[in-house]
């Protein structure tokens, strides 16, 4: 037997080789602190499970649901876009629903990328946006995310010969793995670059909603001409606590968002219809839920900044997202780290070098662990200094 060569070329899925590492280690019966995925460990809130209760009763969501999601739901989509981001859509041809936003992200270059194409890739990346290119056929040109540069890729930098060959560029602010964020000019600076070169943009917007310290972190398609040339997904995930119901959207330019609705019609038949109503609930909701879940996210954030500095590490508070991005003591590199801190401290976290080869140097911890394991580990961390 002989399965196809583009899954010989695919690395394995970085989060369940984790996973595979936790089990056997739970096997040997040690209690392991896992800062692995991010996943909130906080239940979905009850009104949003209600509503999944009341709706699976009513025969009208036990049939198939459209692939681009019902109406109600893409208009609850276009009135969140318009009150959080002031952004007009039209819920008819510019707002589709996904199945979890990494279906959206992973189908994208399938409408966008043919064999010989190439995508702009952030490194270190969200894995999909470099595994879907290569499903599609395409290649990755990976740019740099580095300290010195704020995370943000260097555009001036990319060869002409590859940008003429490039299609799309994926954009992630706030940032997975580092916690940056992007500012006006940065954004601005893109949608010119992709208008200039015919490139598609493709923003992810997945932890725009998670900020703090007073940041709020924009949509792309606030700025002159996004629309022109760009979409951007989001997702109920990591806001809602709802990672397990898999509602995402993706929202912008109307031809972009058809050829993706081309391939989602022919591949899946959407959001069930039940869970799509606990997405209407979610964004119609006053967000107050999304503003506790900030509280807890920013006090795991600071617990854990000031235990990683006495343990001797430096971190950087991130004003966004669900992760603490930090660099491996001088005589380690990510993956010796992430193995010390498992053998040593039953501690998982992820190697900054599986996220892309600029992510060497670095590991990831995220805050979605509740609060007694990040004390149980705080503990440990306090067992051991690596200064002496
Ligand atoms: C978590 C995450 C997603 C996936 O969200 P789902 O809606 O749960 O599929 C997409 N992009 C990034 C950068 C993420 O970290």
Same mark, same amino acid.
């Given at each position: 037997m002989n399965i196809s060569k583009r899954i010989n070329k695919i690395p394995p899925y970085l989060f369940f080789e984790i996973s595979k590492k936790i089990k056997k280690a739970q096997a040997e019966g040690r209690d392991i602190v896992d800062f !692995?995925?991010? /996943? @909130?460990d906080i239940p979905t809130p009850e009104f949003i499970v209600d509503s999944l209760i009341e709706e699976s009763k009513? @025969?009208?969501?036990?049939r198939y649901p459209d692939s681009d999601g019902m109406p109600a739901l893409r208009e609850a989509i276009a009135s969140w876009y318009d009150r959080r981001f002031n952004v007009k859509l039209d819920? &008819? %041809? =510019?707002v589709i629903s996904l199945i979890g936003a990494k279906e959206g992200v992973g189908h994208a270059a399938f409408a966008f990328l043919d064999p010989g194409d190439i995508a702009l890739v952030p /490194?270190?990346? *969200?894995p999909v946006y470099s595994r879907g290119t290569w499903f599609a056929g395409a290649d990755c040109h990976f740019m740099p995310l580095l300290e010195a540069n704020n995370?943000?890729? /260097?555009?001036? &930098? $990319?060869?002409k010969d590859i940008i003429n060959k490039s299609k799309v560029m994926w954009l992630n602010y706030p940032?997975? @793995? %580092?916690?940056a964020v992007a500012d006006e000019h940065f954004y601005n600076e893109a949608i010119e670059f992709g208008i200039n070169n015919d490139i598609i943009i493709l923003h992810d917007?997945? *932890? &725009?909603? $998670? %900020?703090? /310290?007073?940041y709020k972190a924009p949509s $792309?398609?606030?700025?002159?001409?996004?629309k022109d040339i760009s979409i951007e997904f989001h997702s109920l995930s990591k806001a809602y606590n709802m990672t397990g119901w898999r509602v995402g959207s993706v929202v912008g330019n109307k031809d972009l968002i058809s050829a993706l609705t081309t391939i989602k019609s022919n591949l899946d038949s959407g959001l069930p219809q039940a869970i799509q109503h606990m997405g209407i609930a979610a964004l119609n909701s006053d967000d107050s839920v999304v503003s506790e879940n900030i509280e807890i996210y920013k006090t795991r954030r600071d617990r854990l900044i000031s235990a990683l500095e006495l343990f001797g590490l430096e971190v950087s508070s991130p004003k966004?997202?669900? *992760?603490l991005w930090i660099k491996v003591p001088s005589d380690h590199d990510s993956s010796s780290f992430t193995e010390f801190l498992l053998e040593k401290l039953d501690i998982v976290v992820t190697p900054?070098?599986?996220? !892309?080869? &600029?992510? =060497?140097g670095y590991i990831r911890i995220s805050l979605t662990t509740p609060d007694s394991d990040i004390e149980k580990a705080i503990e440990r961390l306090e067992s051991v200094n690596l200064n002496i």
């Amino acid at each position: 037997m002989n399965i196809s060569k583009r899954i010989n070329k695919i690395p394995p899925y970085l989060f369940f080789e984790i996973s595979k590492k936790i089990k056997k280690a739970q096997a040997e019966g040690r209690d392991i602190v896992d800062f !692995g995925i991010g /996943d @909130p460990d906080i239940p979905t809130p009850e009104f949003i499970v209600d509503s999944l209760i009341e709706e699976s009763k009513n @025969p009208i969501n036990h049939r198939y649901p459209d692939s681009d999601g019902m109406p109600a739901l893409r208009e609850a989509i276009a009135s969140w876009y318009d009150r959080r981001f002031n952004v007009k859509l039209d819920p &008819s %041809t =510019e707002v589709i629903s996904l199945i979890g936003a990494k279906e959206g992200v992973g189908h994208a270059a399938f409408a966008f990328l043919d064999p010989g194409d190439i995508a702009l890739v952030p /490194d270190p990346h *969200y894995p999909v946006y470099s595994r879907g290119t290569w499903f599609a056929g395409a290649d990755c040109h990976f740019m740099p995310l580095l300290e010195a540069n704020n995370f943000l890729p /260097d555009l001036s &930098s $990319i060869p002409k010969d590859i940008i003429n060959k490039s299609k799309v560029m994926w954009l992630n602010y706030p940032n997975n @793995p %580092t916690g940056a964020v992007a500012d006006e000019h940065f954004y601005n600076e893109a949608i010119e670059f992709g208008i200039n070169n015919d490139i598609i943009i493709l923003h992810d917007a997945a *932890y &725009s909603e $998670i %900020t703090f /310290d007073g940041y709020k972190a924009p949509s $792309i398609l606030e700025f002159p001409n996004a629309k022109d040339i760009s979409i951007e997904f989001h997702s109920l995930s990591k806001a809602y606590n709802m990672t397990g119901w898999r509602v995402g959207s993706v929202v912008g330019n109307k031809d972009l968002i058809s050829a993706l609705t081309t391939i989602k019609s022919n591949l899946d038949s959407g959001l069930p219809q039940a869970i799509q109503h606990m997405g209407i609930a979610a964004l119609n909701s006053d967000d107050s839920v999304v503003s506790e879940n900030i509280e807890i996210y920013k006090t795991r954030r600071d617990r854990l900044i000031s235990a990683l500095e006495l343990f001797g590490l430096e971190v950087s508070s991130p004003k966004a997202g669900l *992760y603490l991005w930090i660099k491996v003591p001088s005589d380690h590199d990510s993956s010796s780290f992430t193995e010390f801190l498992l053998e040593k401290l039953d501690i998982v976290v992820t190697p900054g070098n599986g996220f !892309g080869d &600029s992510g =060497e140097g670095y590991i990831r911890i995220s805050l979605t662990t509740p609060d007694s394991d990040i004390e149980k580990a705080i503990e440990r961390l306090e067992s051991v200094n690596l200064n002496i």
